[in-house]
């Protein structure tokens, strides 16, 4: 039967052969799990990558911790200096590993941290130190990150007692933001209890904010509201809560598309509408609003972004659900702006394949919209994106949608296609990614080329109906 220590017996071997025989924090590491290894001991739950202090051979993480928890409730109080020295040191033992986390929360890192936010919010507003609550804020994003379970009631207080009384505060609100997130992540009751603490009360406001960084941590914000990725529930309420936050923001995150200039906020509020658009009216409310001219207009201006034209068109792509916004989005000159951004991205894969993936939406059962595209000249680039990227599956099966649904009802262009090659590649496809048969078959077929089709499954009739 394998044998196990504690950490704490771990940590105390470390700091005698750190203290009584001189060693270097690695050197006593080294020699401890040797040590232990000879006795056949099971090191497998000992964190192993602790920063040791060479002085005194305890780990920084519980000393920092310690200390910390003096300040608190032992009156041996640290100068601001020193606090925020020690909450540094904390928020970066924590962004190390989960297991770094867990034993933060062990030695009550939560509680304290808690405590610490908690005095400055009982003082009058104008005495309360904002930067340690900033400090104590981003120790807690770190200590909650892909360990949402510590996060409770009181947190959850503290942080709308924060929205409420601080709206000015760019920091200070900007690190809540942050902060929350980190809780929704892996946690589905989590994000219920916000969603039920009327956290859009509290954030709406904050939707037209000038400050790019604000709402960019919003829209952070509100994408990880929506997630279904906690296995421990059965029935999560990702739609529902995207419908509730769309009714209440979504009008207004698509007028601030044209109030901002940075890239990396424009692109983060174009997934933020992307993955709110969750129902009819929302894609025709977004069109309503102007949001096609908007997203075309940031195409032309940032051809050669990466990020703002992948999420431009998955936005497109969601909008494209609803047949009569998808006839618009071509109407008003999707088709060449998407050839464009595909012609002069088609080296990257991500661009390429989510480019591909809205042709595909787009033309879906709508002729007219296929001969728009098919004129701007994209069966070309659709071809060349093949083959500048054989070994990628997810262009491959996009490229093969996009085929087919262009040629579906515009036999026309299969002629056009064959001739680049399309023939060769789809069959190459198919035997390189067996798992997309089904796409690439249909497309072959629908290009009017030889495809072996296998009948999955005969029926025989006990009794045979005669004519």
């Not at 009156?75 to 933060?104: Q, W």
């Not at 954030?203 to 709402?215: A, C, D, I, S």
């Not at 088609?346 to 390429?352: D, G, I, L, P």
């Not at 595909?360 to 994209?378: H, Q």
Request: charged share 25%.
């Amino acid at each position: 039967m394998a044998k196990f220590i504690s950490q704490e017996t771990f940590d105390d071997v470390v700091r005698e052969n750190i203290i009584e025989f001189s060693m270097s924090p690695n050197e006593a590491r080294e020699e401890t799990i040797k040590q232990f290894e000879a006795q056949d001991i099971n090191l497998a739950n000992i964190i192993k990558d602790l920063t040791i202090n060479d002085e005194t051979g305890v780990p920084i993480l519980n000393e920092c911790i310690h200390k910390l928890k003096s300040h608190i409730d032992d009156g041996i109080k640290l100068n601001e200096n020193d606090l925020i020295e020690n909450l540094k040191i904390l928020e970066s033992e924590c962004k190390k590993s989960i297991p770094h986390r867990v034993m933060a929360a062990k030695h009550g890192a939560h509680e304290i941290l808690l405590k610490i936010i908690e005095n400055e919010l009982n003082l009058p507003e104008s005495s309360r130190n904002i930067d340690l609550m900033v400090y104590c804020l981003n120790a807690k994003t770190a200590l909650t990150n892909k360990y949402p379970d510590i996060f409770d009631d009181k947190s959850l207080k503290i942080v709308i007692k924060i929205l409420d009384t601080h709206k000015n505060e760019i920091n200070l609100i900007s690190a809540t933001l942050q902060y929350l997130p980190k809780a929704c992540v892996l946690h589905e009751i989590n994000r219920q209890n916000i969603m039920n603490a009327n956290i859009m009360n509290y954030t709406k406001p904050l939707v037209k904010n000038p400050n790019g960084k604000v709402v960019k941590d919003l829209c952070t914000l509100y994408r990880s509201l929506i997630l279904d990725d906690d296995i421990r529930v059965e029935f999560g309420k990702a739609h529902e809560h995207a419908r509730q936050i769309a009714s209440e923001v979504l009008i207004d995150l698509t007028k601030i598309l044209s109030e901002h200039d940075d890239v990396n906020v424009l692109s983060d509020l174009i997934l933020t509408i992307a993955s709110l658009v969750v129902r009819q009216e929302f894609c025709i409310a977004v069109e309503e609003e102007g949001g096609l001219e908007q997203v075309f207009n940031l195409m032309n201006k940032f051809p050669n972004e990466v990020k703002l034209n992948r999420e431009a068109l998955k936005l497109l792509r969601a909008l494209g659900g609803h047949d009569q916004v998808k006839n618009k989005i071509v109407q008003k000159g999707a088709p060449p702006i998407i050839y464009n951004i595909l012609d002069s991205n088609k080296e990257n894969e991500s661009v390429t394949a989510n480019a591909l993936a809205c042709v595909s939406t787009l033309t879906l059962r709508v002729k007219e919209n296929s001969a728009a595209f098919f004129e701007t000249g994209i069966a070309e680039v659709i071809i060349e994106s093949m083959k500048i990227h054989p070994k990628s599956k997810i262009v491959q099966r996009n490229a093969a949608w996009a085929i087919r649904n262009m040629v579906s009802r515009s036999r026309e262009q299969c002629e056009h296609f064959l001739s680049f090659g399309a023939e060769e590649l789809l069959n190459a496809a198919l035997q390189e990614f067996p798992a997309i048969l089904h796409d690439v078959k249909s497309a072959l077929r629908d290009l009017g080329c030889k495809v072996d089709l296998k009948e999955e499954w005969t029926g025989k009739a006990e009794i045979k109906i005669a004519n």
